[in-house]
């Protein structure tokens, strides 16, 4: 079982920068993914970004040179920067972690808005 708190949404102008924090509940070095999706109203959630235990990344077309994803081991956590947002980033923002055992496990924070607007 795995817990995810995310923090750290909110309002910000077009060309502003944000940054977002997911903790886990775990060490996520035993987490074999982890990531961040999003959802905008009236769309299905996507896929933003995803860190791998080994170290791979992972970014969507649409947010690739402006978004960079990293981890803190010491404090469970995966981080999403986010420079140069548009009103087309605005969305619900999603952890992600994806656990590879006998079988495959998945589990979703609660999520925190971003919303890019003037």
């Known amino acids: 079982q795995v817990q995810l708190v995310e923090s750290g949404g909110g309002l910000v102008q077009p060309g502003g920068s944000l940054g977002l924090s997911c903790t886990a509940s775990?060490?996520?070095?035993?987490?074999?993914?982890m990531g961040w999706y999003r959802q905008a109203p009236g769309k299905p959630r996507v896929l933003v970004a995803t860190?791998?235990?080994?170290?791979?990344?992972n970014y969507a077309d649409s947010v690739k040179g402006r978004f960079t994803i990293s981890r803190d081991d010491a404090k469970n956590s995966v981080d999403l920067q986010m420079i140069s947002l548009t009103p087309e980033d605005t969305a619900v923002y999603y952890c992600?972690?994806?656990?590879?055992?006998?079988?495959?496990?998945?589990?979703w924070g609660q999520g925190t808005q971003v919303t890019v607007s003037s």
């Open positions: 992600n972690a994806k656990l590879v055992r006998t079988r495959n496990y998945e589990y």
């Open positions: 775990r060490n996520i070095f035993s987490i074999n993914t």
């Open positions: 860190l791998t235990n080994g170290n791979n990344i």
